[in-house]
């Protein structure tokens, strides 16, 4: 570039990942014409997440020339072509046209070492002139290296050689978290993204972090996938919204669908705030809970009811027991998601409810018990840093929020941090009176407003819940 030559200015090229969410955490994708390592442990999803990657691109129009996945010494190219095949995105003319080539490199690898790959990279870049390149596994050429001096000098000729040309790569390695900070490779790489697995209860939790991008303003932390028939589902990490919305007066109470209740918090639960129904098993929270979304329905607001213990066929009994037709309701905007508390995981809930408050304009949401979202985490902190973006999001868009807790003898971690969350709690209590069950209702706390705090009795009838007398 002479001196008279502005320097470029403005937003990088992208190539796409292939996933929505995934570009959105990388700040629109990996930059055009950078050198990528995806690193993690064996089966971690490394392979899915580069093959959706470059399926995603093959027929880009700005850019028609093909794209070259090199296999090293990790894998048998006929057996990652083979499970290649069982992924939705997998088109054979791609293959058949040579838009996408799959080729490998483990026999010269074998008998020439690392020195094979810097011809190999020529080769291809002079014959076919690929606009990725994917090297599958890079891990197993540092393998083949004998000393550091030997792989920072085959680093030093392989970037050069790429950043001549137009092409973005790819380098995928089953590298651990200890080795980065001492390979030159990550030294020497733009963007790195590490796949991670690890175990909680009988199940495994997938996560990735963008540990480096440069020239990118992308989402840290880890954020939450799974693999399926179509690759990678990525839950991006739920943060909380810039500039949360001030309430405005003719919306700050919304009735609980109790007109007891609704009297003792001087009107209802508060619009774009939490409210914490807490008590022991059958005291009537739930009750209460399907009470205040059927009155939302009725008054034309949407309604999302969460639940990880009713299925939506127990639910729809309960609603049936308060005298309203479920698919009436359903009509009107009451909306369920269920998750078995046995395969519960808190990314891919948290962020299925966002979406599901962004896509209907949900007014009041109830979320049937946090209890199950605290024994489903293998993190608290992260579940609670979840809660309260969720929250925050809540406030920015007047949503409404109901939360039950079932209490015990033996408090639970999160129940303090929970309640410091709620705007509003009501403690709903079973007890006995010889042979006779009295239930009876508190309001624990109610923030900047006049509350009842009497203890009430309350029976549960056909018709949902009644406040007695004082």
């Not at 993690?40 to 093959?58: Q, V, W, Y």
């Not at 790959?117 to 080769?123: D, F, N, R, Y």
């Not at 962020?351 to 018990?369: A, G, M, N, Y």
């Amino acid at each position: 570039m002479s001196e008279s030559e502005p320097l470029p200015h403005g937003p990088l090229p992208r190539v796409s990942s292939g996933n929505a969410q995934l570009d959105a955490i990388l700040g629109g994708g990996f930059p055009r014409n950078s050198m990528n390592i995806i690193l993690g442990e064996p089966g971690s999803g490394k392979t899915i997440l580069a093959e959706r990657l470059i399926f995603a691109n093959a027929k880009a129009a700005d850019d028609p020339r093909p794209i070259l996945y090199l296999t090293t010494l990790s894998e048998p190219l006929e057996k990652v072509v083979r499970y290649l095949q069982q992924f939705s995105f997998f088109d054979q003319d791609m293959l058949l046209s040579g838009t996408i080539r799959y080729e490998s490199i483990a026999v010269e690898l074998e008998s020439q070492g690392v020195s094979a790959l810097l011809p190999k990279l020529e080769e291809s870049i002079k014959s076919i002139a690929p606009k990725i390149i994917v090297i599958d596994s890079f891990k197993a050429i540092h393998d083949l290296t004998t000393s550091v001096a030997e792989m920072r000098r085959l680093l030093y000729e392989v970037s050069g050689l790429l950043s001549a040309y137009d092409t973005t790569a790819f380098f995928l390695g089953e590298y651990s978290e200890e080795q980065i900070p001492v390979f030159p490779e990550f030294a020497v790489a733009d963007g790195m993204i590490e796949l991670a697995r690890k175990k909680h209860g009988t199940r495994d939790e997938r996560y990735l972090r963008v540990l480096k991008l440069r020239g990118s303003n992308y989402q840290e932390g880890l954020h939450a996938f799974r693999i399926t028939g179509d690759g990678l589902e990525v839950f991006p990490r739920l943060t909380s919204p810039v500039t949360p919305l001030a309430y405005t007066p003719k919306d700050e109470r919304l009735s609980t669908g109790v007109e007891g209740i609704d009297q003792m918090l001087v009107g209802g639960f508060w619009a774009g705030g939490a409210t914490l129904l807490e008590g022991p098993t059958g005291a009537g929270k739930t009750t209460l809970a399907l009470q205040f979304i059927l009155d939302g329905i009725a008054r034309g607001e949407p309604g999302l009811y969460v639940n990880f213990q009713e299925n939506p066929t127990q639910l729809a009994r309960s609603v049936r027991s308060l005298g309203t037709s479920i698919t009436d309701a359903q009509q009107r905007g009451l909306h369920f998601l269920y998750a078995s508390p046995v395969e519960l995981q808190i990314d891919s809930i948290l962020v299925e409810l966002f979406r599901t408050i962004q896509d209907h304009d949900i007014k009041r949401v109830v979320v049937d018990s946090v209890g199950d979202l605290v024994g489903a985490t293998s993190d608290l902190p992260r579940l609670y840093s979840y809660l309260y973006a969720l929250m925050q999001h809540f406030v920015a868009r007047r949503v409404a929020c109901v939360l039950t807790q079932t209490t015990t003898s033996i408090p639970t971690p999160m129940e303090g941090q929970i309640c410091a969350l709620s705007d509003a709690i009501l403690r709903l209590d079973l007890g006995w009176e010889g042979h006779k069950a009295q239930r009876t209702v508190k309001v624990v706390k109610s923030r900047g407003t006049n509350h009842d705090l009497d203890v009430r009795n309350f029976r549960i009838t056909s018709k949902g819940i009644e406040i007695g007398p004082r």
